[in-house]
């Protein structure tokens, strides 16, 4: 998502690195999901780019995955610590539409990232899982959950979630997160950003 703002800018990593003081590798790692953003880098990125709305967006998100890590019971506590699996390891491909797309109001689209089974387990059963609500007044429509294709090693996966935008004009991001049938996640503590989906919803759009 973070990524995706700054490239549609046509802003190098290295010219935010510069104006935050801070290393272009953490930038990096923080746009790879690898590394959980810091409020000021977030809301850099949603001053510099216009996108005003992205940091409550990423707080709210952040405050949902803290409300199900309580949720969970003694049981799935000790069952979740088994993740990740050894070995195991995602990498982002490619996304459509693009992060920071302008789409009309009240329209349906289909956003398809493509992931990259990088590690050495083969991935079965799988799906992800919508972080937050999946609907309201200012908020992208969804289901809840989202098939993951069975992928062997080295393999590549295409998900894709049916969204639906809201009727007023806004800046509107969602998150996924791989899970298995307990919703229990795959990667705990990597890939901070999961899979997002971040648009700029208004009434003069077209999604071509």
């Not at 809840?144 to 062997?152: G, H, K, N």
């Not at 009727?167 to 919703?183: G, I, L, P, R, S």
Request: charged share 25%; aromatic share 8%; with cysteine.
């Amino acid at each position: 998502m973070l990524h995706g703002l700054r490239e549609r800018a046509g802003v190098t990593q290295r010219e935010i690195a510069a104006d935050l003081e801070i290393d272009q590798t953490f930038i990096s790692r923080i746009e790879r999901g690898k590394q959980p953003a810091p409020d000021r880098v977030v809301r850099y990125y949603g001053e510099r780019f216009g996108a005003a709305d992205l940091l409550s967006s990423l707080v709210d998100i952040a405050r949902e995955n803290d409300r199900q890590r309580r949720k969970l019971s003694p049981l799935l506590i000790a069952r979740q610590a088994r993740y990740p699996l050894a070995r195991d390891a995602a990498s982002f491909v490619s996304e459509t539409p693009a992060d920071g797309t302008i789409v009309p109001c009240g329209m349906t689209f289909t956003k398809t990232w493509t992931i990259r089974n990088s590690g050495a387990v083969a991935w079965r059963k799988r799906r992800v899982r919508r972080v937050g609500p999946t609907t309201g007044p200012w908020t992208l429509t969804s289901s809840r959950f989202s098939p993951v294709p069975d992928t062997e090693p080295g393999g590549e996966a295409d998900i894709s979630v049916e969204i639906h935008t809201p009727q007023m004009e806004t800046a509107a991001v969602a998150q996924w997160k791989m899970v298995d049938e307990d919703e229990l996640l795959y990667f705990p503590t990597q890939y901070s950003v999961g899979l997002a989906v971040y648009v700029l919803v208004g009434h003069s759009a077209s999604l071509s």
